[in-house]
């Protein structure tokens, strides 16, 4: 499954990746796979998961949390991602759209 992702800054479109690998790391740092430079980001802040057909979020400890929506993702535990209608959102400046794509 290839995922297409979305990626705004205060309510302005960044980028727009594909995500073709099964583990993503979206933060601020260096090592990170999808970089968005902005300070209310932790330099690795969300791991996306691909398993099969399932997708899963992972808060990799960040300090302004990672949230489905409104809902805050605990830290540094995989979560079921299948609520494609919300938006990730890294703080309080990030938001994120999933979409599944064709291969």
Known sequence: MRLRLEISV???KQKQAYLDKKKNVIGRGSHADIRIITESISRVHLAIEVEGQEIYLTDLGSSNGS?????PLEANKKTLFDTFFLPIKLGKEVFILIERCPI
């Open 67 to 71: 949230f489905i929506g409104d809902e």
């Open 10 to 12: 205060n309510g302005v």
